[in-house]
């Protein structure tokens, strides 16, 4: 019903900067909330940022001031911004979307884009 596609990913030295996209695509009428999540090895799954549909944002504290969210209504695509990259940002990205479609509202994931800070 509803695919989500991350991209952006990469291999970053510390203090770099990458952009990732997440287009969504689908039967799709609203998608309320858009967010990151990242998994670093061994580690469970956290938010990193998320962005309601009026454009509320909300972060990570690790991430503020760094990183920034934002998102195209019209092109059901958001973007997560991320500057000043650290090594603890390694990770896998996943974004997820809170969608509403002709039959159902639900989260869906997406496959997940490596994002790699190193020197």
């Known amino acids: 019903q509803v695919q989500l596609v991350e991209s952006g990913g990469g291999l970053v030295e510390p203090g770099g900067s990458l952009r990732l996209s997440c287009v969504a695509s689908?039967?799709?009428?609203?998608?309320?909330?858009m967010a990151w999540y990242r998994q670093a090895p061994e580690k469970e799954r956290e938010l990193v940022a998320g962005m309601l549909y009026d454009g509320t944002p909300r972060y990570e504290d690790s991430v503020k001031g760094r990183f920034t969210i934002s998102r195209d209504n019209a092109k059901n695509t958001g973007y997560l911004q991320m500057n000043n990259l650290k090594p603890e940002d390694t990770g896998l990205y996943y974004c997820?979307?809170?969608?509403?479609?002709?039959?159902?509202?639900?989260?869906?994931w997406g496959q997940g884009t490596q994002v790699t800070v190193s020197s």
């Open positions: 997820n979307a809170h969608v509403t479609t002709t039959t159902t509202t639900q989260k869906y």
């Open positions: 689908g039967d799709i009428f609203r998608i309320y909330d």
